[in-house]
């Protein structure tokens, strides 16, 4: 048994990967933004799930929810699945969240950051962004690079921990539409399986998979220059940084 983390987890992929793995007798740490949102975990909750309650594209209370998943114990996992698609949060929930959250939780054995094929659009130009999110300064696909750097820096910096990133494709969730192409259990079948599996391939690191097979991301994630100044440039902004 494995505890895990998962941010996000309220619907989409998040909820569906909950579900299964709290079926397969884990013990996972659910997150949703509000406490509004809570009664959507009733019945994961009835199971033995815990939930967690924070605004990722609030730092503080990004800061603060990192201090309730230590306050619950040592994770095995933390899988970084919460995201936004459009809008000044973008970049404070898909890139500044798992930065700090990676920061401020005491070290797993194991990360996960959920990528997109569109990261491979993203500039790795950081002069101009605006990281709170008062004003739109990146893309979706910005912001899914920076992601996707982190999860390889991770795997440079700390080779005593697996760290991957997961493309899940287009998948039919809330943000990918009823319309989207992909299957719904290939979107986060390999997120389950990078947490808990002792597979060979599932205990590497730095990978970038997609419906369970390594695939080439952008050259740029490999950069360490770009990952240093990444890194630099969210440390200045958060006053958070990675040891």
């Not at 700090?100 to 797993?108: G, M, S, Y």
């Not at 659009?121 to 750097?149: E, N, Q």
């Not at 287009?170 to 002792?198: C, F, Y």
Request: glycine share 10%; charged share 20%.
């Amino acid at each position: 048994m494995k505890r895990i983390f998962i941010t996000g987890s309220s619907d989409g992929l998040g909820l569906a990967a909950a579900k299964t793995l709290v079926a397969g007798g884990h013990k996972v740490v659910m997150h949703v933004r509000s406490k509004a949102r809570l009664e959507t975990l009733n019945d994961l909750m009835d199971k033995g799930a815990v939930a967690t309650i924070g605004d990722l594209s609030n730092l503080d209370q990004t800061k603060d929810l990192a201090r309730q998943v230590n306050e619950i114990g040592r994770m095995d996992v933390v899988i970084h699945n919460a995201g936004v698609s459009s809008g000044p949060p973008v970049l404070p929930i898909n890139s500044v969240a798992p930065y700090v959250l990676t920061a401020l939780i005491e070290r797993p054995k194991r990360l996960i950051y959920l990528s997109s094929s569109m990261h491979a659009g993203g500039t790795p130009k950081l002069d101009g962004i605006d990281w709170s999110g008062c004003i739109t300064s990146g893309s979706y696909s910005d912001s899914k690079l920076f992601v996707t750097t982190l999860a390889m820096t991770a795997a440079r910096l700390w080779p005593d921990l697996l760290s991957n990133s997961v493309d899940p494709g287009w998948v039919p969730t809330k943000m990918g539409g009823a319309e989207a192409p992909d299957d719904l259990r290939l979107g986060h079948l390999t997120q389950e399986w990078l947490a808990i599996s002792n597979d060979p391939e599932a205990l590497t690191s730095g990978g970038y998979w997609h419906h369970q097979r390594r695939s080439e991301p952008s050259a740029h994630v490999y950069d360490e220059d770009f990952q240093e100044r990444l890194l630099d440039a969210l440390a200045t902004v958060t006053g958070v940084k990675w040891t």
